[in-house]
């Protein structure tokens, strides 16, 4: 009995350990033929500037649908839409702020 | 009467030179702000010529860089390095206009403009509908080697000055236009005087002759003053004669200059006018010294005739007829009317009269100006209203 707690306990830690985006986007996203950073760079093409993006996707997340996804119609298709996020307003704010960060064209053109 | 009316002509008034010079101030400034209207309008229209003749490599430029920012996207971030071209420098921009990368050596960018110049570099504007790498705003920047501007100059300053020549020459003749009909009515007026002056001599002669041959002695006292009143009325006639002979006749004869005594001139035309003064019961106050002045005689009486007469006429009745003279000073001062300060500079101007209370034609001063500019002798006005006028010639 001891042993499951302490097994439980651990394996909590250790994922509250990682950041929100690892912890809520990544796992799933690592199944799909699209990387993120091929998602970011189709969503970079629709909003240009990180406000905007960062809204779009938000906006995606609660409210998920074909007709504004940034995919094509055929990934769209084959992989079906996303369910709606159940995230809290604060860990999805550091979620996409993460996913900005990492991708992000800003600083990495030489 | 070709040669008066050309003297006529150069010696303008000073109320004509005032409006003269009114005229063409407005009409200089006038030509000046439209001449700097077209040379802004003309460097305006050359500037967006010069444009409108780069856009189509520019945007050219853009297009090319357009699409090696497609390939960026497609290899980023496996491909970080920007594209560069030795014929342009560019920047890109998200749709928030920040700044994403810049090659740019000014980095000035004006949004709202497609194609503009900012110190020295042509900037180039085109707005994407696929945002590559967040990119809404390619900026192609080219060096702009102004040869373009020094030629717009040199036509701006060659041509503004021929144009500003030729509307000069034209605002003149105009000015001659507008002075013409004042100008016509002088000659006019000089003409008429002229003519009846001549006429005048023979009866004035006549009367001035026949009033110094009658004896007085034998005459009753009613009579006598009778005569006297008839001798004021001449010699009133005989000064204004002079003035008119003078200005119409006498005055391009030759000067017959010499050392004269105006002590001596002064006290006789003070004897002369002796007559007139005792008619208003005026009274002399003279304090003359010794002094001498190389100039014509007949002119420099004509001088001294008028401005005592003057002093005469608008004198008050029992005032006071100052006379002061010193080496190189002669002051003839009345207690009578007085100048307002603002007519002071009009007073020798021909026709001018600022009192219509007394006869003449406004030609006494005149002369008097003219004598003494012709002499360089200098004339100071002390004038009060209703306290008198002192007029004070240096030399």
Redesign the interface.
């Given at each position: 009995m001891v042993r499951s707690l302490l097994l439980v306990s651990l394996l909590t830690c250790g994922l509250y350990a990682q950041d929100a985006f690892t912890r809520n986007c990544v796992a799933c996203h690592q199944t799909l033929p699209a990387t993120l950073q091929e998602m970011f760079k189709r969503y970079l093409l629709i909003y240009s500037s990180e406000t905007n993006m960062k809204a779009g996707i938000k906006h995606y997340l609660r409210y998920p649908s074909k007709d504004i996804s940034a995919m094509s119609d055929l990934f769209v298709d084959t992989y079906g839409i996303k369910k709606k996020s159940i995230l809290s307003e604060k860990e999805l704010d550091d979620a996409v702020d993460i996913y900005w960060d990492k991708y992000k064209v800003f600083g990495k053109l030489k | 009467m070709l040669v008066s009316k050309n003297k006529a002509i150069n010696s303008l008034l000073k109320s004509e030179k005032k409006s003269l010079f009114r005229f063409l101030t407005l009409y200089v400034a006038m030509i000046v702000f439209m001449i700097l209207l077209l040379c802004a309008y003309y460097y305006q229209t050359q500037e967006k010529l010069m444009l409108s003749s780069q856009r189509a490599t520019l945007f050219k430029y853009a297009f090319i860089h357009a699409k090696r920012l497609k390939v960026l996207?497609h290899f980023?971030?496996e491909r970080?390095?920007?594209p560069r071209d030795p014929r342009f420098k560019s920047a890109i921009y998200?749709?928030?206009y920040?700044e994403?990368?810049s090659l740019l050596e000014n980095k000035n960018i004006r949004f709202d403009k497609e194609i503009y110049i900012v110190d020295n570099h042509i900037h180039f504007l085109k707005s994407l509908d696929?945002?590559?790498?967040?990119?809404?705003y390619i900026v192609i920047e080219v060096l702009d080697d102004g040869i373009w501007r020094e030629i717009i100059w040199k036509n701006i300053i060659g041509y503004g000055i021929i144009a500003f020549f030729v509307f000069l020459l034209f605002g003149l003749y105009l000015a001659k236009l507008f002075l013409k009909p004042m100008r016509d009515s002088i000659v006019l007026l000089d003409r008429f005087i002229k003519d009846t002056t001549h006429e005048l001599n023979t009866p004035l002669s006549a009367i001035l002759a026949n009033i110094e041959m009658m004896d007085t002695d034998v005459m009753v006292e009613k009579n006598r003053s009778k005569l006297k009143r008839i001798n004021i009325a001449a010699k009133t006639v005989s000064i204004l004669y002079k003035d008119l002979t003078y200005l119409t006749l006498e005055q391009e004869k030759e000067n017959h200059d010499e050392m004269i005594d105006l002590k001596a001139l002064i006290k006789n035309r003070t004897e002369y006018f002796d007559i007139l003064v005792q008619s208003k019961q005026l009274e002399y106050k003279l304090d003359l010294e010794e002094a001498t002045m190389f100039v014509d005689k007949r002119k420099f009486t004509r001088v001294i005739d008028n401005l005592i007469s003057n002093a005469i006429k608008y004198n008050k009745r029992a005032g006071l007829l100052i006379i002061t003279l010193r080496p190189g000073e002669l002051a003839i001062a009345d207690t009578g009317i007085g100048i307002e300060e603002n007519q002071i500079p009009f007073i020798f101007d021909r026709y001018i009269r600022f009192n219509q209370s007394e006869g003449g034609f406004g030609v006494g001063l005149s002369i008097v100006k003219k004598i003494l500019d012709e002499y360089n002798i200098k004339i100071d006005i002390i004038s009060k209203v209703n306290k008198g006028t002192k007029m004070v010639l240096k030399w």
């Amino acid at each position: 009995m001891v042993r499951s707690l302490l097994l439980v306990s651990l394996l909590t830690c250790g994922l509250y350990a990682q950041d929100a985006f690892t912890r809520n986007c990544v796992a799933c996203h690592q199944t799909l033929p699209a990387t993120l950073q091929e998602m970011f760079k189709r969503y970079l093409l629709i909003y240009s500037s990180e406000t905007n993006m960062k809204a779009g996707i938000k906006h995606y997340l609660r409210y998920p649908s074909k007709d504004i996804s940034a995919m094509s119609d055929l990934f769209v298709d084959t992989y079906g839409i996303k369910k709606k996020s159940i995230l809290s307003e604060k860990e999805l704010d550091d979620a996409v702020d993460i996913y900005w960060d990492k991708y992000k064209v800003f600083g990495k053109l030489k | 009467m070709l040669v008066s009316k050309n003297k006529a002509i150069n010696s303008l008034l000073k109320s004509e030179k005032k409006s003269l010079f009114r005229f063409l101030t407005l009409y200089v400034a006038m030509i000046v702000f439209m001449i700097l209207l077209l040379c802004a309008y003309y460097y305006q229209t050359q500037e967006k010529l010069m444009l409108s003749s780069q856009r189509a490599t520019l945007f050219k430029y853009a297009f090319i860089h357009a699409k090696r920012l497609k390939v960026l996207h497609h290899f980023f971030d496996e491909r970080v390095k920007y594209p560069r071209d030795p014929r342009f420098k560019s920047a890109i921009y998200d749709v928030e206009y920040k700044e994403i990368f810049s090659l740019l050596e000014n980095k000035n960018i004006r949004f709202d403009k497609e194609i503009y110049i900012v110190d020295n570099h042509i900037h180039f504007l085109k707005s994407l509908d696929d945002y590559y790498l967040g990119t809404k705003y390619i900026v192609i920047e080219v060096l702009d080697d102004g040869i373009w501007r020094e030629i717009i100059w040199k036509n701006i300053i060659g041509y503004g000055i021929i144009a500003f020549f030729v509307f000069l020459l034209f605002g003149l003749y105009l000015a001659k236009l507008f002075l013409k009909p004042m100008r016509d009515s002088i000659v006019l007026l000089d003409r008429f005087i002229k003519d009846t002056t001549h006429e005048l001599n023979t009866p004035l002669s006549a009367i001035l002759a026949n009033i110094e041959m009658m004896d007085t002695d034998v005459m009753v006292e009613k009579n006598r003053s009778k005569l006297k009143r008839i001798n004021i009325a001449a010699k009133t006639v005989s000064i204004l004669y002079k003035d008119l002979t003078y200005l119409t006749l006498e005055q391009e004869k030759e000067n017959h200059d010499e050392m004269i005594d105006l002590k001596a001139l002064i006290k006789n035309r003070t004897e002369y006018f002796d007559i007139l003064v005792q008619s208003k019961q005026l009274e002399y106050k003279l304090d003359l010294e010794e002094a001498t002045m190389f100039v014509d005689k007949r002119k420099f009486t004509r001088v001294i005739d008028n401005l005592i007469s003057n002093a005469i006429k608008y004198n008050k009745r029992a005032g006071l007829l100052i006379i002061t003279l010193r080496p190189g000073e002669l002051a003839i001062a009345d207690t009578g009317i007085g100048i307002e300060e603002n007519q002071i500079p009009f007073i020798f101007d021909r026709y001018i009269r600022f009192n219509q209370s007394e006869g003449g034609f406004g030609v006494g001063l005149s002369i008097v100006k003219k004598i003494l500019d012709e002499y360089n002798i200098k004339i100071d006005i002390i004038s009060k209203v209703n306290k008198g006028t002192k007029m004070v010639l240096k030399w």
